[in-house]
Nanobody, 121 residues
Framework: QVQLVESGGGLVQAGGSLRLSCAAS????????MGWYRQAPGKQRELVAT???????NYADSVKGRFTISRDNAKNTVYLRMNSLKPEDTAVYYCSAAVQVGPISPGMDYWGKGTLVTVSS
């Protein structure tokens, strides 16, 4: 089994910064893409940022220039540095990883349980 555990959420004032972490553990052979998603109250879950195993990144337009995704492949960990936070960034942030549990196993998407980020105005 594979577990993803997020950390680093909390309450911050507008304009502030936070860094989220997500560590994957368990029966992991390899991890391809990793990403961060968020879900605000009353809204659908949306993509925030993704990163491939080679380090290529993709961002939602709403966070470009403010958020930075990175990963440590040796630690099976993905990070999200969030700067210049806005009240509209308030949401539960989830990490996701495409994991192979064996050399011939297909990749499967796993999700963490989420961490709450609240940005006050």
């Amino acid at each position: 089994q594979v577990q993803l555990v997020e950390s680093g959420g909390g309450l911050v004032q507008a304009g502030g910064s936070l860094r989220l972490s997500c560590a994957a553990s368990g029966s992991i052979f390899s991890i391809a893409g990793m990403g961060w998603y968020r879900q605000a109250p009353g809204k659908q879950r949306e993509l925030v940022a993704t990163i491939t195993s080679g380090g290529s990144t993709n961002y939602a337009d709403s966070v470009k220039g403010r958020f930075t995704i990175s990963r440590d492949n040796a630690k099976n960990t993905v990070y999200l540095r969030m700067n210049s936070l806005k009240p509209e960034d308030t949401a539960v942030y989830y990490c996701s990883a495409a994991v192979q549990v064996g050399p011939i196993s297909p990749g499967m998407d796993y999700w963490g349980k989420g961490t709450l980020v609240t940005v006050s105005s």
